[in-house]
């Protein structure tokens, strides 16, 4: 699905020769094509991850009641127990009710949680700003971090510096986010005591950014730790091979000083690909999320997705699926569409 | 994704810059490469098989495993306990290392699962082609589509706090990758002159997906499936410590953790090191030989280790 990369060297120079005056305008287009292309693509993949959601629920043996009514299922009468039962929906064929749900979707009524006990809508924008603050804070951190310490790597390669960074990253890897949460917690909260454990505010303080500040460092730290190694490796990666390029040779053999070099010759190279990642690893930041919302009691949308699973709470749950499936198109979307901006070389017929 | 060219991803080509006074640690194919790889394939193999062993039979051996006592709850490191105890002051060692044989066994069956899904789905795809073909890679991408965990909790609150729903969450989620790169070797095999030759001489489509194209396949599908074991792993934790995995009583290493984050907040940290430790050899163990293994079946391109 990505947009393909042309790397050939003649027809390069050729397209960049050929389209120099009416490219702004072409390039307009192509985006708006391949926007256009891919949301039209999105429909029907947004459709069948809910309905595979609506099918999930439809076969569970999990009687959604029992989490409604709880340990006072067993006082109820089962006059009582039906009349809640209509009142759910649940007595209902799965089609009929997916229908219900999606026309009621597209209306703007997204249904009612019942682990939440509030309208999904509420639930959303109660939950989805804190969630979109965490994971913004985590992405932007491991990009920074993850450019700064794979150039350095690439540019020492071979080093000690470039073996650490290395050795450590696929280190990284392995490791699961939440046991960096919990060591983190361990290490910075409990054992040096310079931040919160979890939530976010103080007991007792009320909300402020200064507040919301200082427990939000540790956990956009550990998500974007959890993203960086993949980052930092293909940064590394991709500079390597792009120090081996003629400009990047030319450039040296210009007697231009090593940083100029590294930053302004070999560095634009490597980043295309690298935009390109990073549009592809938000399944990865969405699952981060999940596990790190989780550790440190965040309450964001990510942490509902598991109140939600435990519950049985499936029109929560199925906003949740969709919502998560929508980022991970967006982001790809977002970095072709950076990636056709960014380099005249790719054409936008993805 | 923007592939590399082969050659430029090797590193051993000479180079004008730096690498004529240094040699190039651990990325060149020289002999020292070789034998930094050969030592790193032999580390990887050890550690999997000692791990895999004591897996197997340190709980067997250890007298009562999951006792709990009292009298000796979260005990640090040391003689008698070399891992500590936990919150119910069972012996941290040995639980561990049964939680590290559930977690490996469900990682592997869920694997199988998936690798067996993935294999069917993109032989049909690249032996069909057509319409069948399109359907079954548009479901590849709605199914890519979803963040894998996400999907695997929404599958696991079907059957929850039962084995077979943390094998199909992870099993129904992963056949996508697999799926893929069945597919691609499948259309790259379909253009062979044997398989032609197959054809013309009259053979159907099954005989020769049966007897010309699966053989074929059987390495790279084999090579995927093991890939997929560290993930499946981290899977079935990530699962086990939402609370939404494996039933608590099972000793999994995603079930330890989830009782070790009461355990840090107490500051006993060796409730999640040392689990998280076990996981973490054996999971870069497991993948450092898969990368060895590519490396060897695919030589021209090095791969770096992915999870």
Known sequence: MGAVVERRGLDAAEVRTRSRAPAGRARTRAVAGLVVRRLVLAVPVLLLVSFAVFLLAAASPFDPIHQYYGVQIFDASAADVARVRQQLDLDRPVLVRFWDWLSGILSGDLGTSRSMRAPVADVLARRLPWTLLLTCCGLALAVVFSLVIGTVAAWRQGGWTDRLITALGHALEGIPPFVVALLAIALFSLGLGWLPVAGLTDAGSSLGPGQVLEHLVLPAAVLGLSQAPWLVLHVRQSLLAAFTEDHVTGARARGLRERVVVARHALPTALLPFVTLIGARIPELVTGAVLVEEVFSWPGVASAVVTAAKAADYPLLAILTLLATAAVLLGSLLADVAAVLLDPRVSADG | ?307
């Open chain 2, 1 to 307: 994704m923007v592939e590399l060219e082969p050659d430029s991803a090797t590193v051993a080509r000479p180079r004008p810059w730096r690498s004529a006074t240094r040699a190039r640690a651990g990325s060149g194919r020289g002999a020292a490469g070789a034998v930094r790889a050969r030592l790193r394939l032999v580390t990887a193999v050890t550690v999997l098989c000692v791990l895999t062993l004591a897996a197997l039979s340190v709980p067997v051996l250890s007298a009562a495993p999951g006792t709990v006592d009292y009298q000796a709850i979260r005990l640090p490191p040391g003689p008698g306990h070399p891992f500590g105890t936990d919150t119910s002051g069972r012996d941290l060692f040995v639980r561990s290392l049964a939680g590290l044989r559930v977690s490996l066994l469900v990682a592997v069956v869920s694997t199988v699962v998936s690798t067996v899904l993935g294999t069917v789905v993109g032989a049909l795809s690249g032996a069909s082609g057509g319409w069948v073909d399109r359907l079954l890679m548009r479901l590849v991408d709605a199914v890519n589509a979803v963040p894998h965990l996400l999907l695997g909790i929404v599958i696991v609150a079907l059957y929850q706090g039962t084995v077979l729903a943390v094998v199909l969450s992870i099993g129904l989620t992963h056949w996508a990758t697999v799926a893929r790169v069945v597919r691609s070797e499948v259309l790259g095999l379909r253009n062979r002159p044997y398989v032609d030759a197959a054809v013309s001489a009259g053979a159907g489509r099954w005989w020769v997906l049966r007897n010309h194209l699966l053989p074929a396949i059987v390495p790279q599908a084999a090579l995927s499936a093991v890939l997929l074991v560290p993930h499946a792993v981290f899977h079935e934790t990530a699962l086990s410590f939402l609370g939404l995995g494996l039933p608590p009583h099972l000793a999994s290493i995603g079930n330890i953790l989830s009782d070790g984050r009461e355990g840090v907040l107490l500051g006993a940290w060796w409730i999640v090191a040392f689990p998280a430790g076990l996981l973490v050899a054996t999971t870069l163990s497991v993948s450092g030989i898969a990368a060895a293994w590519r490396d060897r079946t695919i030589p021209t391109r090095r791969s770096e280790l992915t999870l």
